[in-house]
């Protein structure tokens, strides 16, 4: 069975809350919409204060072309367009709205009913238009706009079209529960993408800790022309677009390059999965399976979450927190964050809510390096993370440039594989925003 | 002996050649540079750390002879006094400025600001500003990793372990600027040493409505604005819910200490008042 050929770990898979049907979470009273959820400009409101919205209607449009639509998660008046605190205690420009009548009142235009729907007489430009429209963007976690992803820089051309349904962080349920509950619509996705991208094949790639998932999809492959499915050998972060490129086709991304150079589009299945939504049932993107999860949490399970609705209600739903929660991590335990604010809102890029305890969240402290060259060794990018550390803790953002520092993708397999428990993920992060700054800088200067 | 005589005479002939082509060379590719260089770098401080802007004393000697007039250059360690040597040397005017120090704009210690959150990533301001706002309620106060102490090559800076903040020692600091820069929330300030290092300045950077600033800090700004009504030399603006004193207007007449309710403006080496007025703040703040 493949994997990617370079770096890499095995964490244990915690996958305590697998084969969970997902259950849809009570709307909130008061939704607070972020209009930046995605990489790029932040929307630009579309609603004033008092104005009345309907569930899916546009509340703030795109700025540019890499920027992503906003649109009402629930019904009711706009109460304020102010700044709220997000997870981690920044200002964070939001829409405010209150609900009114149960707050769910749909936009007329959308399908709701539970039919499958197969035909699509659309071009390939009109099915990423809807796309755009719907606000859709990577629901992988990097939240990069979809139809910017499916607009091809001119003089490259897609060959193959990759879906990412690794899922490879460890304890996040969410796209496998989603694979099996919408496997359908899932292919059916994967087809509009084929069209908009004009490939004639696809790839999926599952990891093989869901034979469940893999076992379906090969079923559904045998009736849709052109779309493979690729069971992958357990590995972090296999769910890396470089990484799932080299792990399904065995093509390298060079240094600095996008996956286009290879010829190849990475989609995320929840994110094909709102495209079908998007396309064939008119539906924007105003809501997302999240995993709640963590070892004593419990009603674990599989969310469908508006956006706007508090981190806290969803926890509230999920059996509360438990009494010896240490920290609350937004997303998966090896990308995610640590939140302090539970009052923040779930939105586009919240892919997963851990509770863990202190017993396992606890950092352990750090001792002198004693250059075994494991973070080497684990280094998915091929980079070698213990020099990194150190050029960042002496500053020395130029030395950091020439050892690639910018093809870090911040997977924290080193920090993982360090024995001597050194924070280098940290300071490589601190070495990669920097150094992002200062290539910004010179090139702003050109 | 025959072979110890002819190695001295082939080494010493190949030094002879070697001489005379090292001297030969060294004459055709004689860079001409400036002795004025040699002599400004001489009174200089000579501690290289980079707060004129240049990257060492000797670039700052260079820049110095090669420009037409010293309006632009500062050797802030050094201040007027080396300055005025450095004039002397390259017969230019110097520029007078008033010694400056360092100033932590922040009162955040551990009583007036509580903790809301732990931090457990590697102790740098700088990673800490990248991830989130802050162990405490205040985005815009002291992180107290200690950056501006590591980069300081004065030891002039120190952090307080009672209060978590870092001090300045006024003795030590040059004012080069390294800690300002340092400083992911831009709480230090180079300011005016003042005459007898008396100075009036807020310490607080905290940009928030009133309401929210003061739940988080008891000592932060919450831009009353009475600083400002009080101050009848127009020293004092209010930018952001934020005072801010210009050194420049401030005749240190320390009235807008008085009337602060937060306790934010701080006054720095007066002798104690003379009558023993009670603060209102005092009552506010109970």
């Known amino acids: 069975m493949r994997t990617f050929r370079i770096g890499g770990i095995h964490p244990e898979d915690q996958k305590l809350s697998a084969n969970v049907p997902i259950e849809a979470v009570a709307l909130p009273k008061q939704a607070i919409v972020p209009i930046h959820q995605h990489v790029g400009a932040p929307a630009q409101p579309v609603v004033a204060k008092g104005d009345r919205v309907k569930v899916g209607q546009l509340i703030a449009a795109a700025n540019g072309f890499v920027s992503a639509n906003v649109h009402a998660p629930i019904s009711g008046v706009i109460t304020k367009i102010d700044t709220a605190v997000d997870a981690w205690g920044l200002p964070m420009p939001s829409i405010f709205i209150d609900a009114d009548d149960g707050g769910d009142e749909w936009l007329e235009t959308i399908d709701r009913t539970p039919d499958l729907n197969r035909i699509c007489k659309l071009t390939g430009e009109e099915i990423i238009q809807k796309i755009q429209d719907a606000g859709i963007v990577g629901l992988g976690g990097a939240c990069f706009p979809t139809h910017v992803k499916l607009t091809p820089p001119p003089g490259s051309k897609a060959e193959v079209l990759i879906i990412n349904a690794v899922e490879c962080e460890p304890y996040l349920t969410c796209d496998h529960q989603l694979m099996l509950e919408h496997g359908e619509e899932i292919f059916i996705g994967i087809s509009l993408i084929m069209r908009a991208l004009k490939v004639e094949r696809a790839i999926v790639g599952i990891e093989n800790n869901k034979k469940d998932a893999i076992e379906l999809f090969r079923e559904l492959a045998n009736r849709h022309f052109g779309i493979e499915i690729c069971p992958l050998k357990l590995c972090y972060p296999q769910g890396g677009e470089k ?29 094909v999965y709102a495209v079908y939504e998007a396309v064939q049932k008119n539906k924007p993107l105003f809501e997302r399976v999240m995993t709640v999860t963590g070892k004593n949490v419990t009603r674990r399970g599989n969310y469908l979450v508006r956006f706007g609705t508090t981190l806290a209600d969803v926890i509230e739903h999920a059996g509360g927190i438990p009494e010896d929660t240490d920290k609350i991590i937004a997303g998966g335990p090896m990308m995610g964050r640590a939140v302090i604010n539970v009052d923040m809102p779930a939105h586009k890029r919240t892919s997963g809510i851990l509770l863990m305890p202190e017993s396992e969240s606890a950092r352990r402290e750090p001792v002198n390096c004693m250059r075994c060259g494991k ?72 | 002996m025959n072979l110890i005589v002819i190695s001295l005479i082939t080494l010493g002939l190949i030094g002879c050649i070697s001489a005379v ?71 230019l005017a110097a520029v007078e400025n008033d010694p400056l120090v360092a100033v932590v704009r922040c009162n955040g210690t551990c009583e007036h600001r509580p903790k809301t959150s732990h931090y457990d990533g590697a102790r740098s301001c700088q990673i800490m500003h990248n991830l989130y706002a802050g162990e405490t309620g205040c985005m815009y106060g002291c992180l107290g990793c200690g950056d501006c102490v590591e980069v ?59 309401g929210i600033a003061r739940k988080a800090c008891a000592v932060a700004c919450i831009g009353c604005s009475k600083c400002e009504k009080e101050c009848a030399f127009d020293a004092i603006t209010i930018n952001n819910n934020l005072a801010y004193i210009d050194y420049d207007k401030c005749r240190l007449c320390r009235k807008c200490v008085v009337v602060c309710p937060t306790n934010a403006i701080h006054e720095v080496n007066f002798p104690a008042r003379k009558t023993a007025e009670v603060k209102p703040t005092e009552t506010l703040n109970a």
């Open chain 1, 243 to 271: 990484q799932l490129i080299d792990a399904t086709i065995r093509r390298q991304v060079p240094s600095g390059a996008l996956p286009i150079a290879v010829g190849a589009i990475v989609q995320n299945v929840a994110t």
């Open chain 1, 375 to 446: 973070c080497v060794e684990a280094c998915p990018m091929g980079l070698e993370p213990f020099l990194l550390i150190q050029q960042a803790e002496r500053r020395l953002w130029d030395d950091m440039e020439r050892n690639d520092i910018m093809d870090c993708i911040e997977c924290g397999c080193c920090l993982y594989s360090c024995p001597s428990n050194r924070p280098l993920l940290d300071y490589v992060r601190l070495g990669k925003n920097t150094v992002g700054g200062i290539i910004r800088a010179r090139s702003a200067k050109k």
């Open chain 2, 152 to 210: 300081c090559t004065f030891d002039a800076i120190h952090m307080n372990p009672e209060t978590g903040l870092p001090e300045v020692d006024e003795e030590k600091c040059t004012s080069c600027g390294a800690c300002v820069k340092a400083c992911p929330k831009n709480i230090i300030e180079l300011r005016k040493k003042g005459p007898k290092g008396r100075r009036i300045f807020v310490s607080c950077v905290n940009k928030d409505k009133g």
């Open chain 2, 21 to 91: 082509v090292l001297y030969l060379a060294s004459q055709k590719f004689k860079v001409e540079e400036d002795p004025r260089i040699d002599e400004v770098e001489s009174v200089l401080p000579g501690a290289n750390c980079g707060g004129c802007g240049k990257p060492g004393c000797r670039n700052f000697a260079v820049a110095c002879v090669a420009a037409d007039s010293l309006d632009n250059l500062y050797c802030p360690v050094g201040g007027s006094s080396i300055m005025t040597k450095v004039g002397e040397i390259l017969g």
